[in-house]
């Protein structure tokens, strides 16, 4: 069962991601959510506090919580979302699983993965499809013994689902690398590029909570189509 404060979480940065709460908002105090969602100050406290650090709310001394303006936010490269979470702001998506295959690492594979035998490491091949114009290709790779189990149907829907949902796992966080190299053949292939000369490929390493690297990502954009966009918090 998912706990409270997540489920707090999901319902307010729903309303927020669908307009139903406005930018600007002033969120209801702490005492009044409590007494809203039938639970205790923790808990408000640990959803305000996702909310906050994923860009939905700002807190200010004094107010309370203001809701932040979402629309803003067009492709996040800080965020650890997966495409299915982004894709439900946008219209006609589809993606399309173009190889998934179960392989012996390469050099390449084993040192992006800190791989030191042979593991099986799913590939996988996933293009973006969106209002009818092929602009992603993302390329993962996931070592098989951590996630067992995928088949085309997990990979057309969504991994991380999967992963959370039905492997139980915690995905906890990424290391990103963002570079503009020339279209590869694949990529000529795959993606409508309209002779564009570049793509811009965004380079992740997941790691599970206890610290364990399983996943390594390209995922490779047609440089035209999206804003990339940061959210970042100063720390004191």
């Known amino acids: 069962m998912k706990n409270k404060y997540l489920s707090i979480y999901d319902e307010i940065a729903t309303q927020i991601k669908s307009g139903e709460i406005s930018p600007?908002?002033?969120l209801p105090s702490e005492n009044d959510m409590t007494v809203r969602y039938d639970t205790s100050r923790e808990t408000?406290?640990?959803a305000?506090?996702?909310?906050?650090q994923n860009g939905f709310i700002q807190k200010v001394r004094g107010k309370g919580?203001?809701?932040i303006d979402v629309n803003k936010f067009d492709f996040p490269i800080s965020g650890l979302v997966s495409f299915k979470e982004l894709a439900q702001k946008m219209d006609n998506v589809k993606t399309i699983v173009s190889e998934l295959s179960l392989i012996k690492p390469d050099a390449n594979i084993k040192r992006q993965l800190n791989l030191t035998s042979n593991n099986s490491v799913w590939k996988i091949g996933r293009v973006r499809e969106i209002d009818g114009e092929k602009i992603i290709l993302d390329k993962d790779y996931l070592i098989e013994e951590l996630v067992p189990g995928l088949t085309e149907e997990i990979c057309a829907d969504s991994i991380y689902n999967y992963v959370e949902n039905e492997l139980h796992l915690t995905i906890s966080f990424a290391k990103k690398e963002i570079v503009v190299v020339e279209p590869t053949a694949e990529?000529?292939?795959?993606?409508?590029?309209d002779g564009?000369?570049?793509v811009v490929v965004i380079k992740n390493y997941v790691y599970f909570d206890d610290t364990t690297l399983f996943q390594y990502t390209e995922s490779r954009h047609r440089p035209d189509k999206f804003r990339f966009v940061d959210f970042a918090r100063r720390t004191h």
């Open 48 to 52: 305000l506090n996702l909310l906050s």
């Open 65 to 67: 919580s203001i809701v």
């Open 24 to 26: 600007d908002t002033l």
């Open 44 to 46: 408000i406290r640990k």
């Open 196 to 198: 564009f000369h570049n």
């Open 187 to 193: 990529d000529r292939e795959l993606l409508d590029l």
